[in-house]
Each structure stands twice: as C-alpha cells, then as structure tokens.
C-alpha cells in the first residue's frame, strides 16, 4: 500500500525494510471479528501503524479502525460491536507523515449498488494515472492511498456484476498486490499477476458451541499460514498469481489468471519480512533462512569460536552455518521485546541510538572469542555499526558480520519501503567500505546465486523470485 504524500522512509528498526501491510479475511464463521482480531495478531510484525476490521452480517457492513498496534485498537467492547460472519482485516506499517485514519485500512465504499471493504497488500505502479482517469470521471478521495484507487475502480463497474468488476480492475492496475474484498454476502481474495505478495487460503473448523452447518464450512484469506495456525485453521493452499478467489455459500471459485507472467515472490518475504514458522509459496521460512545461512557459510572461509544471529529474523540463517562449519552457535545477543515501536523517537540520532535498548550481548557467551555475527540485511549500516560496538564492549575479541541476503543496492517500487537509493549503503560503498564503516574486522555478503540456490533448494518446483533490490531487475516495469 503506497501513500503518494508519504514515501519517505523511516525504519521503526532503525535498519531494516519494511513490507507495509498484512491482509486477512474471514468467511462464514459467526466469529468473524474475533478470528480476524486473533489472525492481525499474528501478522502484527508486517505492520504496527494501524488496524481495522470490517465485518458484514448479511445486510450491514462495521467498520472500527484506528492507529495502533492491534491490542490498542481492539477492546472486547468492540469487537463485540461487529456482529457477522464475513470480515476483511487489515494491519498497516508506519511510515513517516501521513499517519491517519484516512489511510488506515480496511476501506469501505458505500453505493447505490452496495457496500465495499478492501484490504490491500502491496504497491500500484500506476495508480497515479488511474486516479487521475478517475478524478476526470467524477470520482472524490478522501485518502492519499493507492488502496482507494482500487476500491473505486471495482465501484465504478459494479453494475457489470462483482466478479467482471474485479476481473476488469485486476486488468488495469500494475504492481504487486494482494487484496481481500468483502460484500455483504462474499469474500474474494486477489494476487498480482507475478505473485509478488504472498496470500493463502485456509478452512476454519466449526466451533462445537455455535451452530454451524457441515456443509458451510468457514474459510481464512491471509498473508501468511501463520495467521490460519493462530485461528487453529487448516492449510489450504497458496493463491496463484494472478488467481482471483470468490467465497460465497455456494462454495469456492477459482478464475485463472488472464495475465501470462513470471512467477516472482519478493525474495525478503524469506530473508525478513515473513515469521519463521509460515510457509511461503511452498517454502518454509525457518527452513529458507537456515539453508541461505548454509549456503553463506560454504562461501565463507574465516575461523571463529562462536556464531551467533541477530534477533529475530538472522537466528535461523545463523543455526544453518554454525551447522554447516560445524562452530558452535551461541545466544549472544538478547533483544528487549518491550521496547514498543522506536518511531516514537522524535530526532534520527535517537532512532538510531534504540538499539542499544532494543538489543545488548551476553559478556558470558562473546568474551575473549573470536564472533561471527550474522544479520539478514545491511540497508544504511546505522544498526550494524551500533551492533558491533555492542559485541565489542562485552569482550568479543574479533567482529566477523556476515550477511544472508546480497547488498541491497535499489529501493524497492512493489511494496516495501526503503530509503532511496542514495541512502541506501551498498548501492554506493563496496564490501571494503562498509566494513570499514561499520567497525567490524570482516564482512561478507551471501551471493545472490548462491541465496537462490538455497531457496530454490528448498522447494525445487519454485519458478523465481522478485530479486529488484539487489539487481535493479523487476518484474514490473
């Protein structure tokens, strides 16, 4: 999702990329509400700025959204205040200005013909000129997100019927999205053409305490599968690319994509983005990040005593090369889980300066060894450096960072925000330089071969990623 008055970047982990959305829908489950509030929950880390659930119950769609993490936005009180049985839900990342409600999602659209809910993972390419089509046509936003220009595009040719509406809009808008839609009556789950953002589908057991026919059984939308263990659902299967998804009481239909595409899966939804025990377009996260870090270390040739992985999203790649050398993996480095969200910061010396409440070492396990410490991503350095200070004042005797992903040299244009290319370290500064810059006595990056031969070795089926910000090249013009 794209605020076109907000494109600046500003990390609330000081150093990392942000994917800014999480998406969820819910159909046929009398607890619709609270299955969506368990399932945001669980995609909380795809986006901390705001939530919002809209559930219809047959006539009358709800909506309640607000800015917050998940568990400040919903109360019981309130989630009892949505009755019904069809939900889309929504968490969105923080980005800097353009904070407000007006851009936090769902979004909802009332007309003559009926009621809209959307919610949207991803980034349109083109949304600027559609916005402008229709503004010339009458249309009025009320928010600077290009979610709205999907929602008004699929209103505009409602009257053709739901689903030509939204074949018709799927046709028109170019990027990465993946997008759960609710009527009154339906649930309809949409995927770029290229698969860029991830979606899933599940089923919902019945619950023995509410009346629920066998023959209706309740389905989950989701970004990841872990939002369908948090509400004890069944796996179903991932959303093709360009697939569009229809829900209703006559069960599940499927219309194949019209668009001939690449496959091509954000390749950070594995190095950073997804949690650890979701799969990914049949791809283990947890087993991902432990094979890229495998890989890295059959590429790498330093001698240490220790390796240890940055929480959370660098432990798994630090187990698969402490197996694969065959040196011993340590804890190292604890993280404060109650720090909240580092925005709050108001200048970016004291951003960058959280990780030292965010994160500290463990004197027992570094001191006097010789360290290897391995992160998922360099992006400014900023944390690396403060990071290495960090071992150093607990004793370590030598810093070795390695990095499972390649540098990243390109901002992202499909979803995630990044810094712009000059701020971004690597596009700019060789291996030497950086490692230089952030104080450690080696760095060294995993190849982008070699990392999507790790990934592709663990499901040997995968038809490519998305690999734009390392190579430039991506999948949408």
Do not use: W
């Amino acid at each position: 999702m794209f605020d076109k008055d907000n494109n600046s970047f500003l990390d609330n982990n000081s150093d990392k990329l942000q994917d800014k959305c999480g998406v969820v829908g819910i159909f046929n489950s009398p607890r619709a509400a609270s299955l969506s509030y368990f399932a945001l929950y669980s995609l909380q880390h795809r986006g901390q700025e705001s939530a919002g659930i809209a559930v219809s119950d047959g006539e009358k769609v709800r909506l309640h959204k607000s800015m917050g993490l998940v568990s400040e936005v919903f109360s019981p009180s309130e989630l009892s205040a949505l009755p019904g049985n069809i939900a889309v839900a929504h968490v969105r990342y923080a980005t800097a200005g353009g904070k407000t409600v007006e851009n936090a999602q769902p979004m909802v659209n009332n007309f003559i013909l009926g009621t809209l809910a959307l919610a949207h993972n991803g980034q349109l390419t083109n949304y600027a000129e559609i916005e402008e089509q229709l503004a010339l046509n009458g249309s009025t936003f009320s928010s600077s997100s290009d979610t709205e220009v999907i929602l008004k595009l699929i209103a505009k040719d409602y009257k053709q019927g739901l689903e030509q509406a939204v074949k018709n809009t799927v046709r028109q808008i170019k990027g990465s999205f993946a997008l759960t839609i609710m009527t009154k009556d339906t649930l309809i789950g949409v995927r770029d053409p290229n698969g860029i953002r991830p979606l899933v589908l599940g089923k919902i057991p019945s619950d023995s305490n509410l009346e629920q026919e066998e023959s209706e059984p309740a389905y989950i939308l989701a970004s990841e599968t872990c939002a369908i263990d948090a509400v004890n659902g069944e796996y179903i299967r991932d959303i093709e690319p360009g697939e569009i998804v229809i829900i209703t009481k006559e069960g599940i239909k499927s219309i194949p994509s019209e668009i001939r595409a690449p496959k091509r899966t954000c390749i950070f939804e594995y190095v950073y983005f997804a949690r650890p025990d979701s799969v990914i377009d049949g791809i283990p996260v947890q087993k991902a990040r432990e094979m890229m870090g495998a890989q890295l270390a059959l590429e790498d040739t330093v001698s240490a005593d220790v390796v240890i992985g940055v929480p959370d999203s660098g432990i798994g790649a630090a187990l698969g090369y402490s197996r694969q050398k065959k040196i011993p993996y340590v804890m190292g480095i604890v993280k404060n889980k109650y720090t909240g969200r580092t925005f709050i910061a108001p200048t970016q010396k004291e951003r960058e300066n959280m990780v030292f409440v965010k994160l500290n070492a463990i004197r027992s396990d570094l001191e006097g060894k010789r360290v290897i410490v391995i992160d998922d991503s360099i992006v400014r350095g900023t944390t690396s450096r403060r990071l290495v200070q960090i071992l150093r004042r607990a004793g370590a005797k030598e810093v070795h960072f390695r990095v499972s992903s390649p540098p990243v040299k390109f901002p992202c244009h499909l979803g995630i925000d990044t810094p712009t290319k000059a701020e971004l370290i690597s596009s700019a500064h060789d291996v030497e330089e950086i490692r230089q810059e952030i104080g450690a006595d080696s760095l060294a990056f995993i190849s982008l071969k070699g990392m999507i031969s790790a990934l592709s070795s663990c499901c040997p089926s995968s038809d490519g990623f998305c690999e734009g910000c390392f190579s430039g090249e991506y999948p949408v013009r």
